[in-house]
């Protein structure tokens, strides 16, 4: 057993680290980490600096412009991006559709799509999850039904984050209604700017305009959208959902969060000094660090143990999950409890009074909208519950 | 022992509770309020002052109806319930608290029947933002020249002080930034040369401002009660506010209660009810803990809000707000994970009952704040 990085594997870590701190513009690093919300261009801007360095995808196969990393060398990228609050390649193109087609997509779906995928040049959306179908992802009804060389889409999708900004959805569809609920169900690519498609805005809790809902009414897809084989949807939709092992843990954005909440501390009046001269604060951020080392070597021995490519359900990403949401909701309540009283006021929301004092300290607006966003990841990519669920059945055979 | 309400108290609570179900049962309501030019409805504030709501806790002889903590409380859960916007804790509880505790008879003849009668909104100056939650920590001063005062300084997060007439504001007289003594409250008119504010919409979709006071002059007979000891007041009437956010916490806890329990009996999955699932029924179960936890402190805090003893006062609210702030959080976390992604979206009443319990931890010490004090006095 061995805790330490090889040399090569820290002088990686030195260059990813100095690629993101230089490279990536520091406005759009603040933004992230003080957990608001990035506009389509931040997003599209960082993606394409990456994606001109070749790291926008690096987990693709080769051939599509992903790097011949080890585990352990996608796992420090991971880290060091989450570190240096880059906001990550857009994950509907990099870690959901594009794996997706690389691996069970036609040649010519590969030829049209991976190379603008990777670029950001086509923006994706996740149409998976419905009004009636939530984590009973299969129980799903827009319907897509076969004429000639189209199928006819009809049905509503929800949660569809960022639709706002995007080009093409990939759709789960019921393709064969007699068939037992996850078996009729197949994985459609569709244009957004078909006729018959309506986005409609859902506004967030922290008055965000991150997720929609969209509507199909007979809009037609061309066969050639469909990925893979009739009926087969559910299959990829697993390998799109277990794609990502580790990285749901998000060890590396609370481990940035713990660090400025300290700065914060040492910069929040209280007492006779600051924050950070209260004990009990202290241990509060200390217990969480003592959180956070536990799943990040938890984290470590997934990556050590696992090999590439391996589609099998692993207990692992169930921790993972549900400890890493844990900590990140943890976080952003940390940081807004050192807000104090300074939680209160909106963002950018003031009045203007003439002469009037300024609302201050100028992080603080931002840290409650973050906390409520926050209570997001305990629900979605299959909620705590759901992974309980998964622990108790699939490994304790409950 | 009694935790019953007398008759009078069922009374008012069921006339208040009515007129809160009325103005507030629509959810849609709530926006028409904020939309208007305060941020909440004069209309409701008269219907308030027609109910006697605001002159409850007057003495009769101030224009009031002579009410306690106790019908504080009465009133305050039925705003929890609500999610009223109307500035009844600052007015009423807040300013008018000051007034009516520490007031001289003219103070109180001038301003608690104007309060009652719902034509004076009245909000407290008081944090500034090194305090965080020090209610000793006072830097603005207030300066002798000729017959009255000078003040200089800036306070934040003053609830309703965008809106209010009458500003309740802590100044030193004396004594250095963290003494206790040399503390004095003043009445200032919001609207004196040299008072800058900034008014802006609160997390909860409440208001407060910002205020700068620069060079604002006052008359001697703006003082409440004596020079430099204004502390034991402040604190009085920080602990009724607790007993009374304590009192709204509860209203709004018990709402998302009500509503995440209802959502789990019709909300369908893998065919059957949510609420058919264990692990869900466990975790409305531990809600209602948290709820009945809280709402014992609620009464508990209203019980001692006026309490003789200072320090037994004082060690009572702070554990009520604890027990609060950790309920709340709780309750309110359970509440938007039990629903799922419905509870995250603006449009859907959970999220803001979340929002309010949340800002309402923040308001008057966190949990740490008051474990501090408790664990000072043990
Ligand atoms: C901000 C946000 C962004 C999202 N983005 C997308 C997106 O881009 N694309 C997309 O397709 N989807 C997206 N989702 C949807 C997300 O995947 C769903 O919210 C999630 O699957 C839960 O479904 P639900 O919200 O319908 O809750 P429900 O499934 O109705 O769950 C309600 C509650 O019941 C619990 N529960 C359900 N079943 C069980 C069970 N068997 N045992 C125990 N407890 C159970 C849940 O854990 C939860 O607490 C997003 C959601 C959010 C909140």
Request: glycine share 8%; with cysteine; proline share 4%.
């Amino acid at each position: 057993m061995d805790l330490r990085f090889t040399a090569e594997e820290l002088a990686f870590r030195d260059s990813v680290r100095a690629f993101f701190e230089t490279a990536i513009p520091a406005d759009i690093r603040r933004l992230v980490s003080e957990g608001r919300h990035l506009t389509k261009q931040d997003i599209v801007t960082a993606h394409r600096i990456l994606n001109a360095r070749g790291w926008a995808v690096p987990h693709w196969p080769a051939e599509w412009g992903g790097q011949d990393w080890s585990v352990v060398q996608r796992y420090i990228f991971q880290e060091e991006m989450q570190r240096a609050a880059v906001p990550p390649p857009l994950p509907f193109n990099t870690q959901m559709v594009g794996p997706v087609i690389a691996r069970f997509g036609s040649a010519a779906q590969k030829r049209r799509f991976l190379p603008p995928t990777a670029n950001i040049d086509i923006w994706w959306c996740q149409g998976f999850s419905e009004p009636g179908a939530g984590s009973d992802l299969a129980s799903l009804k827009t319907r897509a039904e076969r004429d000639g060389d189209h199928y006819v889409v009809n049905g509503q999708k929800t949660w569809t984050t960022l639709a706002q900004y995007a080009d093409w959805i990939f759709c789960l569809v019921r393709t064969d209604r007699t068939a037992k609920k996850q078996q009729g169900i197949s994985f459609l690519l569709i244009d957004m700017t078909s006729p018959g498609i309506t986005v409609r805005p859902i506004i967030t809790i922290d008055d965000a305009h991150e997720v929609n809902e969209v509507f199909f009414d007979n809009v037609r897809v061309p066969a050639e959208h469909l990925v893979g084989v009739e009926n087969k949807g559910w299959d990829y939709a697993k390998f799109l959902l277990g794609n990502e092992r580790t990285g749901i843990a998000r060890v590396g954005l609370s481990k940035e969060r713990v660090a400025r909440a300290k700065q914060l501390a040492r910069e929040t009046p209280s007492g006779q000094g600051t924050l950070w001269d209260d004990a009990a604060f202290r241990m509060r951020v200390a217990r969480l660090e003592v959180q956070l080392k536990a799943l990040e070597i938890t984290q470590l021995r997934v990556v050590a143990g696992s090999t590439q490519g391996s589609d099998k359900p692993d207990p692992n990403s169930s921790i993972l999950k549900i400890r890493g949401s844990e900590l990140q909701q943890a976080t952003a309540e940390l940081l807004k409890d050192i807000a104090g009283p300074y939680a209160l006021p909106l963002p950018d929301a003031a009045d203007d009074l003439s002469n009037a004092p300024a609302v201050a300290p100028d992080w603080a607006p931002y840290a409650a909208p973050a906390y409520f966003n926050n209570r997001k990841v305990s629900i979605y990519g299959g909620s705590n519950e759901i992974q309980r669920n998964i622990i108790a059945k699939a490994f304790l055979g409950l | 022992m009694d935790f019953d309400f007398s008759d009078e108290q069922l009374l008012l609570k069921t006339s208040v509770d009515r007129l809160i179900a009325d103005a507030y049962g629509d959810f849609e309501q709530r926006k028409t309020y904020q939309a208007e030019p305060a941020g909440w409805s004069a209309a409701l504030w008269a219907r308030y002052a027609g109910l006697g709501l605001l002159g409850m806790p007057f003495a009769e002889a101030d224009g009031g109806f002579g009410g306690g903590p106790v019908e504080t409380m009465i009133v305050m859960e039925a705003i929890g319930r609500g999610l009223v916007v109307e500035p009844y804790l600052a007015t009423v509880v807040l300013g008018g608290g000051i007034v009516r505790l520490g007031g001289d008879a003219a103070q109180r003849a001038r301003i608690l029947p104007q309060i009652a009668a719902g034509d004076l909104r009245m909000a407290f100056a008081h944090v500034e933002r090194q305090a965080r939650y020090d209610l000793f920590d006072v830097a603005t001063t207030a300066r002798r020249e000729g017959s009255g005062f000078v003040l200089h300084g800036g306070k934040g997060v003053v609830l309703h002080g965008d809106s209010a007439d009458l500003l309740v504001v802590s100044a030193r007289t004396a004594g250095a930034r963290r003494d206790g003594q040399g503390i004095s409250l003043f009445l200032v008119d919001a609207a004196a040369p040299g008072v800058l504010r900034r008014g802006y919409p609160t997390q909860d979709g409440l208001r407060a401002a910002e205020i700068v006071f620069d060079g604002v002059r006052v008359a001697a007979s703006a003082m409440i009660g004596a020079a430099d000891a204004a502390l034991p007041l402040i604190e009085q009437v920080t602990d009724s506010a607790i007993a009374a956010l304590a009192a709204e916490a509860v209203g709004a806890m018990t709402v998302l209660q009500d509503i995440t329990v209802e959502y789990l009996r019709t909300r369908q999955q893998f065919g059957v009810a949510i609420g058919s699932f264990q692990a869900l029924q466990h975790r409305a179960a531990d809600m209602l803990v948290e709820l009945e936890q809280a709402r014992s402190m609620a009464m508990y805090a209203a019980m001692m809000a006026e309490a003789p003893d200072a320090a037994q006062r004082r060690a009572a609210l702070a554990a009520a707000k604890v027990q609060m702030n950790d309920s709340s959080r709780a309750l309110g976390q359970a509440s938007i994970q039990l629903h799922g992604g419905i509870a995250m979206t603006r449009d859907y009443k959970a999220g803001h009952y979340f929002k309010r319990l949340t800002m309402i931890e923040s308001l008057f010490g966190d949990s740490d704040h008051h474990l501090r004090q408790l664990a000072a006095v043990n």
